[in-house]
């Protein structure tokens, strides 16, 4: 019998997601991965081909670009893995992946990085970006999606969440408790310079709606304060011409660069800020391990990362108003000598992978032998 499963969504784009695959291969670096499609070019580097195994969707045409267009079929899917010959299966999931189907006696933890966001609280949103014939498919199969999301999460033995925000939509949407154990962040390669700071803010995303790059755009060009825009993505032309209206204010796009230019950045800015409503939000974890604070929406992960008056600031709503009074915020804080360089990246080293892993074989071991206490009473 082998020894361990891990089961991920999908392997086609590396992110917060697959890093956390990533330290599991490393907590188990025999595992075998199943995966509804994976793209070998991008990732065969970090995961081999020889040790993942995809679904039936693997086989159609263009399924690692399209396979979003699936999720009718993803829980047949993952279902369809058969995993009897496994002693211990871990999910990371944000889709169906925690939906396998296991034996009573196999334990089961499945890492959640958010219950589907379509199927429940951002149907709506995600609905009115949709054209006619995705809206006709929603309305038509979500209800059965919803049904089985819920279904399917009691299956699994041990629930982890990665943030508080995320444990409460797992108990709001499947009624099931969970333990929470933030995701791990890359705090190594990234420290603080300790020279002084100078006069940008930061901005480093993937440009696309959810992350609200506009509002921080619009709120410095508005201010007339230096930003850094770094990242790429759907939004690129349209972020860009908002920019140049503001003729009289310095903000550059970098494109994508190097890690090692993004840290340069991280390292040398007054200060991020972060628009987005995360499950998590692993890079303002990232700029205050340069020992910078953060200027946060006060939403989702980043009120677990970021401590208010330390370590950043927030803006409680997702306006531009908003934002330029927590960057007027953030400037009284940093002339009263508020932001202190080690405090900052110290804090952001809780989040290390090394914590990440110490909670994860602790929550598995757990979960053993629960698992092991309850079948020798039987």
């Known amino acids: 019998m082998k020894k361990v499963a891990i089961v ?3 392997l086609v784009n590396y992110g917060g ?18 995966t509804l499609v994976y793209d070998e070019k991008k990732m065969g580097k970090i995961f081999p081909k020889e040790k993942v195994h995809t679904s039936f969707m693997q086989k159609w045409p263009r399924a690692t670009k399209l396979y979003t267009k699936f999720l009718s079929f993803m829980p047949k899917a993952f279902e369809s893995f058969d995993l009897s010959n496994y002693k211990l299966v871990i999910c990371s999931s944000s889709c169906c992946a925690k939906g396998v189907i296991t034996p009573p006696l196999v334990p089961h933890v499945a890492y959640i990085h958010t219950p589907m966001r379509y199927a429940w609280d951002k149907y709506f949103e995600y609905k009115s970006r949709s054209g006619r014939l995705t809206q006709f498919f929603m309305d038509k199969w979500m209800p059965k999606i919803r049904l089985w999301d819920f279904v399917s999460s009691q299956r699994v033995d041990t629930l ?16 099931r408790d969970s333990i929470v154990i933030y995701p791990p962040v890359n705090t190594d390669r990234l420290t603080p310079n ?13 440009f696309v709606p959810y992350k609200r790059i506009d509002l921080a755009i619009q709120a410095c060009g508005n201010l007339k304060k230096k930003l850094v825009v770094i990242g790429s993505g759907s939004q690129e032309k349209s972020l860009k011409k908002l920019a140049a209206s503001y003729r009289d204010v310095d903000i550059t796009f970098t494109g994508r660069i190097s890690d090692k230019e993004v840290m340069d950045y991280l390292q040398r800015c007054r200060a991020m800020i972060f628009c987005a409503e995360e499950d998590f939000g692993i890079i303002p974890v990232e700029a205050q391990c340069c020992g910078r604070p953060v200027i946060a929406f006060g939403k989702g992960g980043a009120l677990e990362t970021v401590i208010n008056g330390k370590t950043g600031t927030f803006f409680s709503h997702a306006t531009v108003d908003s934002v330029e009074r927590a960057i007027n915020r953030f400037e009284e804080l940093e002339k009263s000598g508020a932001f202190d360089t080690d405090f900052i990246s110290q804090h952001a080293k809780t989040f290390s992978a090394e ?12 979960t053993i032998m629960k698992l092991d206490e309850e079948t020798s009473k039987k």
């Open 160 to 175: 982890i969440a990665n943030s508080n925000y995320i444990s409460r939509r797992i108990k709001k949407y499947w009624n």
């Open 17 to 34: 997601a697959e890093r956390v695959v990533e330290e599991l291969l490393k907590i188990y670096p025999d595992a075998d991965i199943f």
């Open 355 to 366: 914590r990440f892993s110490r909670q994860i074989k602790e929550a598995i071991d757990n």
């Open 8 to 10: 991920h969504d999908w």
């Open 194 to 206: 300790y020279k002084p700071h100078e006069d940008f803010f930061v901005v480093f995303s993937r």
